[in-house]
């Protein structure tokens, strides 16, 4: 009996020893410092987007900045640098940046849809930005497709090109019936055609859609407006922009007469 019971501590002593020697071996089942830094590289992307949406460009560009270095191939991050520098006009930076995303995926249809519009509306390349708008849209799984279509109805119809625009817009409003955002661009491409009438009628849709108007709205409604020859709505629709978006790049375009 005593042998049995030195037997008996004899075999708990050393299953306490066991789990005491358990305990302090690592932990291997936790991620990886790779993994660590592709969060990391996540986190820092998203929170540049929030920072850039606010027009905190200086705090946007630093977490940018701590996501490429915390994973320097990680294209959303390449492509969020590029977003970012073509906000701020600056156009060199956006290009090299958004093709650096576009080495690391090409394929990518988020990617070659910002590219697109960047080529389009910053440097207008009319005829470049369509390749990239393409690209996009062949891929099956793009969630968003009515967003390449509209971009390139903008460019198309900027580039001279009505009917092809008119399609690719009512491309957009037919993938997307709830988005007003193609019926203002359907509104901006009738002005272009000189069919005032027909603009101001999209126009009224889109508002009707619209809580707030923003300054865009604003000017193309100015711009409908003395097209038809009624001053007084181009008068509210300018005092709109005055009170509420004094320092927008539409007022300067107003002002300085070239909103024509």
């Not at 705090?59 to 990680?74: F, G, K």
């Not at 394929?107 to 393409?134: P, R």
């Not at 007003?180 to 027909?198: D, H, N, V, Y």
Request: proline share 4%.
């Amino acid at each position: 009996m005593f042998i049995l019971r030195s037997l008996n501590r004899c075999l708990a002593l050393g299953l306490c020893i066991l789990a005491t020697s358990c305990a302090l071996l690592p932990d291997t089942s936790g991620p990886s410092r790779s993994e660590r830094m592709a969060d990391l590289a996540k986190i820092k992307t998203q929170l540049a987007m929030e920072y850039e949406k606010l027009g905190e460009h200086r705090l946007a560009l630093s977490a940018i900045e701590e996501a490429i270095v915390a994973q320097s191939n990680y294209d959303m991050a390449w492509l969020v640098k590029g977003w970012i520098h073509q906000n701020l006009k600056m156009n060199n930076e956006a290009d090299q940046a958004f093709r650096r995303a576009l080495s690391i995926s090409p394929n990518s249809a988020e990617i070659n849809n910002n590219y697109g519009w960047f080529l389009c509306n910053n440097m207008k390349q009319i005829s470049q930005s369509l390749v990239y708008f393409d690209r996009a849209l062949a891929d099956p799984t793009y969630p968003t497709p009515h967003v390449a279509h509209m971009n390139k109805g903008i460019c198309r119809a900027r580039g001279g090109s009505y009917a092809a625009a008119a399609a690719d817009l009512a491309r957009a409003k037919a993938l997307a019936p709830n988005l007003p955002t193609p019926i203002k661009e359907m509104a901006r491409l009738k002005l272009m055609e000189g069919q005032s009438s027909q603009a101001q009628d999209l126009m009224n849709q889109y508002q009707r859609r619209i809580e707030v108007l923003g300054p865009d709205d604003l000017l193309l409604g100015w711009k409908i407006a003395r097209s038809r020859g009624n001053t007084q709505a181009a008068y509210e629709y300018e005092a709109q922009l005055r009170s509420r978006y004094p320092a927008s790049d539409e007022l300067m375009e107003i002002s300085g007469g070239t909103g024509h």
